[in-house]
């Protein structure tokens, strides 16, 4: 299988990660900060520093990604969705979701951004 290489993750991209990894949305996760959703939200989005949020090194357990994450990363660096990229690909929406969740084999997901 092919290996990503990605330049620098942000730590905005690894909360991103982290919440993708919890399976939580963004209110959820901005609960566990003390902090709105909006606020999250734009914490997550590169909007406003992540030093506003009070034990975030806690809460991200792992700073090695694995391909798909680094998918996931390459995909929001782009500005695409899932439809957009499925289209890309030429697959369905919910194959790319599915990938990116880890119920379908993602060897083509990762094919197409080691590309």
Known sequence: M???S?????????????RHKLKINQTKMANKFGITRHQ????ELGLKLIGVLP?????IT??????VEKCIIL????????TQLSGKM?????????????????ARLIEY???
């Open 90 to 106: 030429g697959v369905s929406r919910s194959w790319v979701s599915l990938m990116e969740t880890g119920r379908r084999n993602p």
């Open 113 to 115: 951004w080691s590309s």
């Open 55 to 59: 034990g975030w090194r806690n809460l």
């Open 40 to 43: 999250y939200s734009e914490i």
């Open 75 to 82: 995909r929001r660096r782009a500005n695409l969705n899932h």
């Open 6 to 18: 990605i330049k620098k993750v942000t730590l905005n991209e690894y909360l991103f990660i982290e």
């Open 2 to 4: 092919a290996t990503i």
């Open 62 to 67: 792992s700073f090695k990604l694995t391909n």
